[in-house]
C-alpha cells in the first residue's frame, strides 16, 4: 500500500499510556464479545479475567483500577517508549483513517447527505469509552454512542503472528471495517439493528450482529475500491492481505483455535468464508447497495 507521504487525518487522539473503566459495551467491531444485554454481569466478569489470563494480563488491573502493584513505574515506561516506536504505524494509520474520510465523504455527498467523520482512539491496554471498558485482548472496536473507533497496535502484532495475516493492507482492512460501522451509524442501520436485538433472544441478537459485521466487511471492500480508483493507492498483493486477514478472524476459525470446536449459532462476526465473501463483494462492486447482508438469502 502506498501511504507514505500522504495527507494525515487530525482526526486521531492519542490516549497511549492512559486507562479507565466505565461499566457496559454495546459497541461492535472486531473484538471478542465477553457481555450480555445490560453490562458485562458475573458470567462475564468471568469470560474477562480467564481472557485476560490468556492472554497475559494480569486480573488485578480490573480489581484495582489500575496496574499491579510495582508496576505502575515500568508501565509508564513501557507505555512511552511504546509511543515512540510505534510513531511509524501511528502515521499509517492517520493515513488510512484519512483516506476513509475522503472516500466516505465522497459517496455521502453524491447521496445528498453529509458524512460526520469519526475519531480514532489510539490506546494501549485498556480505555474507557462511552461504550464501557475496552481491552487490548479484545481487539479493536467501534463504540456508536460516541462514535469513536479504538485501536491498540497490539492487534496488529496478533494479526501477524497469532492469525498469520501480515500485511499494511491486512491493518487497513481492520481500520476500514471499523470505519465501516460508523458508516452504519450514520445510515440509521446501527440503530435499527440495536432496537431489534432489545427485543429479541441471544441467538437471534447473534444471527442480527453477524449481519451487522458481514456489512462492515462489505463496506470496507466499497472503501477499498474507491480509494484504488480515486488515489491509486494499492499494489500488488494488498487485496491479498485483506482477504487472508478476513479469513483469518473468522468465528470459526477463531472459535476451533480457542477451544477446538466450532458453535455456528453463537458466531457474531461471520465465518472466515463469509467475511472474505462480502469483502470481495464490496471491492468488486464498489456500491453500497450491493452490502445490504440483511436481506440477503446466502450469508
Not at 492519542?14 to 479507565?20: A, C, K, L, V
Not at 458485562?40 to 488491573?61: A, E, K, T, W, Y
Not at 471495517?177 to 436485538?197: F, N, P, R, T, Y
Request: charged fraction near 25%.
Amino acid at each position: 500500500m502506498r501511504w507514505r507521504g500522504r495527507r494525515e487525518s487530525s482526526n486521531v487522539e492519542d490516549r497511549r499510556g492512559q486507562g479507565g473503566y466505565q461499566a457496559g459495551f454495546p459497541g461492535g467491531g472486531m473484538r471478542i464479545p465477553v457481555g450480555g444485554k445490560g453490562g458485562v454481569g458475573i458470567v462475564g466478569l468471568l469470560i474477562i479475567v480467564g481472557l485476560m489470563l490468556f492472554f497475559g494480563i494480569d486480573p488485578r488491573v480490573l480489581l484495582e483500577g489500575g496496574a499491579p502493584p510495582g508496576q505502575q513505574t515500568q508501565q509508564q515506561t513501557d507505555d512511552q517508549t511504546g509511543s515512540e516506536v510505534n510513531d511509524e504505524t501511528k502515521k499509517f494509520v492517520s493515513v488510512v483513517l484519512a483516506d476513509t474520510e475522503d472516500v466516505w465523504n465522497e459517496i455521502f455527498a453524491k447521496s445528498g447527505r453529509s458524512y460526520k467523520e469519526p475519531e480514532l482512539v489510539l490506546y494501549s491496554g485498556r480505555v474507557a469509552s462511552a461504550c464501557g471498558l475496552g481491552m487490548a485482548a479484545m481487539g479493536p472496536f467501534y463504540c456508536p454512542q460516541d462514535q469513536k473507533v479504538y485501536l491498540d497496535f497490539s492487534f496488529f502484532q496478533e494479526l501477524k503472528s497469532r492469525f498469520k495475516a501480515p500485511g499494511d493492507f491486512a491493518q487497513a482492512y481492520v481500520i476500514a471495517h471499523e470505519i465501516g460501522h460508523h458508516v452504519q451509524k450514520q445510515l440509521g442501520i446501527a440503530d435499527q439493528v440495536a432496537a431489534a436485538q432489545r427485543q429479541t433472544g441471544e441467538r437471534q441478537s447473534n444471527a442480527l450482529q453477524v449481519r451487522m459485521e458481514l456489512q462492515a466487511d462489505c463496506l470496507a471492500g466499497v472503501f477499498a475500491n474507491h480509494a484504488q480508483r480515486s488515489k491509486e493507492i494499492l499494489q500488488p498483493g494488498d487485496i491479498d492481505e485483506a482477504l487472508q486477514a478476513a479469513s483469518a478472524i473468522g468465528d470459526d476459525k477463531i472459535q476451533e483455535q480457542s477451544q477446538g470446536y466450532v458453535v455456528p449459532d453463537s458466531f457474531t462476526h461471520g465465518s472466515s468464508e463469509m467475511r472474505v465473501r462480502w469483502f470481495k463483494r464490496g471491492f468488486e462492486s464498489g456500491a453500497v447497495s450491493e452490502c445490504n447482508t440483511f436481506d440477503a438469502d446466502r450469508l
